[in-house]
């Protein structure tokens, strides 16, 4: 149905006409108010490449840390109020030990290559020569900018170990890219540089890390020394359990028994289904939480992973996710399918700077050039703004919704997309015990998938009884906070 009724006429019905039947909306989805899908903790985003290279601008840590606006590129553009960083430990040090130097992949792109702060294997002690603190400085800057303007969740990660505890010495990966590639005498050397790291942020650098994460999609097969063009490292399953294990007995030794593990930062969500499966029990006892990787887009069994993370009592996060849709489309529909079957409680985008479409905001880490906000910024700041840290989320009815509750604020968050025509989309909270207040206002904001409105907002809707409607055009995506809400 097509209507090209005016915001007036819904202004006064929505004031007016609660009698009537709001079969002017074309879909109705009822929010419930009984579901628990987990405390949200956060948006975020993986620094590594975009921070090592942009780390000094303040107004980029504005953009991704803050929720105030910042000019940029000529715009006033608000933040997006990220809470999340994870930071990369590098693999990458140009200094030779006995006569031997890290060997480089010929594709490596050199802004993926990221510093190691440990430099050979003749010390373990981080005041000893055989430690750098003073590389890796920018990335290091951001991590600190991003606390300053309120993030308040940091997890430390690595993509591979450091180049000489790799077999090749190669931190791009095995010269076939399936083999592992950490030395057998070196597993645990890895949990080691990341423990010895993790103490050290807490002592110097104001940082706690709420978890470590030694491995980067470790199933894969592409992590080949001789091709790639990052830092990677496979890791079989039962080297995966070695290395957790290793790592929770090394974060211990040092003091940080209530730092959490995270893995396996699998690609997808069947390869994460496998691995928990066959981690062990040990090793999974060990893991306080499951992070996967969203690269399976509209495919794959989150909801089976959701399973059996919460079976297990595991934490789960989408703790990667990326992609070269500048439009927004894509990013709004993983987030719609992460938050209705895999229900994380944090989702972290991967490089928020990038060409090609992946970053927030267009930029080339190598040319360190900067470019235009994308509309996926804007798309994004719809869900990021306003699901924030201590929310419940709920089921929003349907699979073009999401709904998180403030019960402090009593404050009901509503994100939808309409991928339809043009139409009314009607949001039913008769479920609740207080559904809000006949004819109070409803604040909303609005982006277009694509190109148009982004991140606009409007005055104009209110509560008729415990439903509300809003005029979607297609491609529409909208964000709503009803007050006054009690579940
Ligand atoms: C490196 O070379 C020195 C001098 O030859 C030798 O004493 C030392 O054992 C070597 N270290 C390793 C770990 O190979
Ligand atoms: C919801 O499901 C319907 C029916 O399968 C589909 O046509 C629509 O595109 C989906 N909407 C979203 C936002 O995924």
Not at 269 to 293: C, E, F, M, P
Not at 348 to 357: E, K, L, N, S, T
């Amino acid at each position: 149905m097509k209507l090209s009724t005016s915001r007036e006429w819904l202004f006064s019905l929505a004031l007016t006409a609660a009698t009537l039947p709001s079969a002017e909306a074309d879909m109705t989805t009822t929010i419930s108010s009984s579901t628990n899908w987990g405390t949200w903790e956060g948006f975020g985003v993986s620094l590594a490449w975009w921070a090592a290279a942009f780390g000094s601008h303040s107004e980029l840590a504005d953009l991704f840390f803050s929720t105030k606006t910042t000019s940029y590129n000529g715009a006033q553009v608000p933040g997006l109020g990220f809470t999340i960083a994870r930071y990369n430990a590098g693999a990458c040090s140009s200094n030779t030990i006995n006569g031997s130097a890290m060997v480089v992949s010929p594709k490596m792109i050199p802004s993926r290559q990221v510093d190691s702060y440990w430099l050979d294997w003749q010390s373990s002690s981080p005041s000893s020569s055989s430690w750098n603190w003073n590389v890796d400085a920018k990335q290091r800057n951001m991590l600190s900018m991003a606390k300053a303007r309120g993030a308040t969740t940091f997890e430390l990660f690595s993509n591979s170990p450091t180049w000489w505890m790799c077999i090749n010495h190669n931190p791009s990966g095995s010269n076939d890219g399936t083999s592992n590639n950490l030395q057998s005498w070196n597993y645990d050397q890895h949990a080691v540089y990341l423990a010895t790291i993790a103490q050290y942020a807490a002592a110097h650098w104001g940082v706690t890390f709420q978890s470590v994460e030694a491995f980067n999609e470790p199933s894969s097969g592409w992590w080949n020394g001789l091709t790639g063009t990052q830092e990677g490292c496979h890791f079989d399953v039962s080297t995966q359990a070695t290395v957790i294990g290793n790592l929770r007995s090394e974060l211990n030794r040092r003091g940080l028994g209530s730092t959490l593990i995270a893995s396996s930062d699998e690609n997808t969500y069947d390869l994460a289904i496998s691995t928990w499966k066959n981690l062990g029990s040990a090793a999974t006892r060990q893991v306080a939480r499951i992070n996967v990787h969203g690269y399976q887009y509209g495919q794959g069994r989150r909801d089976t992973l959701y399973s059996l993370a919460s079976g297990a009592g595991k934490r789960l996060w989408n703790s990667e996710y990326g992609e070269s849709d500048a439009t927004g489309r894509s990013l709004v529909d993983n987030l719609l399918l992460d938050f209705r079957w895999l229900h994380p409680t944090a989702w972290v985008y991967w490089q928020a700077i990038d060409g090609g479409g992946w970053g927030l905001i267009d930029g080339d880490n190598d040319k360190l050039t900067l470019g235009a906000v994308s509309q996926k910024y804007y798309v994004l700041a719809q869900f990021a703004r306003h699901i924030r840290p201590g929310m419940q989320i709920l089921d929003g009815g349907s699979n073009y919704t999401v709904a998180a509750y403030d019960s402090n604020a009593h404050k009901l968050v509503i994100v939808a997309a309409n991928w339809g025509p043009d139409q009314y989309l009607n949001f039913d909270l008769s479920h609740f015990s207080k559904p809000g207040v006949s004819g109070a206002l409803v604040p909303r904001w609005t982006t277009q998938v694509g190109s148009g409105a982004q991140y606009v907002s409007h005055s104009d809707t209110h509560m008729s009884g415990s439903k509300f409607w809003s005029y979607f055009p297609s491609g529409a995506v909208q964000t709503f906070e009803v007050a006054n809400v009690s579940l």
